[in-house]
């Protein structure tokens, strides 16, 4: 038997961690969806730059962000719309 919702659940999976969450927000809301750099982000959160290029790189392996080169520096978008809809659910 085929397992129901698999897509759907490795999106969930793939989101399912904070600072994924905070990272996505940031795409979505905080640069009004314009994208945004690794090093925005960092100086955001305060996290390591390493640590943010591997959250990124699992949101960009599941197709819910995408990246594109702007000079030296990579700006990252969300492109998968379902991803809004769950971080509206989650802020109610």
């Known amino acids: 038997m085929k397992y129901k919702y698999k897509d759907e ?9 904070p600072m994924r969450l905070q990272i996505i927000e940031l795409l979505l809301l905080g640069l009004y969806n314009k994208g945004c750099s690794v090093n925005s982000i960092q100086k955001i959160l305060g996290i390591p730059q390493s640590t943010i290029s591997q959250h990124l790189q699992i949101l960009k392996s599941k197709g819910i962000i995408d990246g594109s080169k702007k000079g030296v520096e990579v700006c990252y ?5 379902r991803v809004v809809k769950i971080l509206q ?3 109610k």
């Open 77 to 81: 978008k969300v492109i998968d719309k």
């Open 89 to 91: 659910i989650l802020k």
């Open 9 to 17: 659940s490795e999106l969930l999976k793939a989101c399912a961690h």
